[in-house]
């Protein structure tokens, strides 16, 4: 039962919350798709210069192993003809993290974002998961924006609707009955 008049117009519902919602979610999803495929690529290509071999050799000195899903050591790199470090709180990859002691000193290849070992391992873990993670990101971004889309269709309708059913008047009769016995 509506406790609504009869006369009074149909209001159109406003899903303009709804929309904003999904329009910044949807920005953020291409924001971070965005910032993965950044990622992938940075990773990418330094994993791959590892892979070649190619970068600034140097040694590395293991300062701290610090862990989450994975570990890692972590610290100096200094490049061949230097005294000093030259890059702090660097990250080792292609070395066996099991068999580093802190202190130890390795030789390594600086390759931008972290230093390989010399002839370890080249790991693309990271720049597999950053390319799904845009991968993922990207196709919800798209589906936000269809949402987004079917959001704002359906305002106008609804808007169109309210609009005809204000302008349009209305007469209440009682429908007539077939007519019988002819």
């Keep these: 039962m509506s406790t ?82 030259d890059a702090r709180d660097r990250e080792l990859r292609g070395a066996h993290e099991s068999s580093v002691r802190a202190g130890q000193r390795i030789r390594v290849r600086d390759v931008g974002r972290f230093v390989q070992a010399e002839g370890g391992k080249a790991e693309w873990g990271s720049t597999v998961a950053n390319s799904m993670g845009t991968f993922v990101l990207g196709v919800l971004g798209i589906l936000g924006g269809v949402s987004a889309t079917v959001l704002w269709n359906r305002g106008r309708r609804l808007d169109q609707n309210a609009q ?6 209305t007469t209440w009769s009682m429908p007539s009955s077939p007519r019988r016995g002819r």
């Excluded at 920005?27 to 990773?43: H, P």
């Excluded at 600034?56 to 003809?81: I, K, L, N």
């Excluded at 005809?164 to 008047?169: C, F």
Aim: charged share 20%.
């Design 164 to 169: 005809n059913a204000a302008v349009r008047p």
């Design 4 to 85: 609504r008049q009869a006369d009074q117009p149909v209001r159109a519902r406003r899903p303009w919350v709804r929309l904003a919602t999904t329009l910044l979610l949807t920005a953020a999803m291409f924001a971070g798709a965005g910032l993965c495929l950044e990622s992938a690529i940075t990773q990418g290509d330094a994993t791959s210069r590892a892979h070649a071999g190619k970068g600034r050799p140097g040694t590395f000195t293991a300062d701290v192993r610090r862990c989450g899903r994975t570990c890692s050591w972590y610290g100096g790199f200094t490049a061949d003809g230097l005294a000093a470090p």
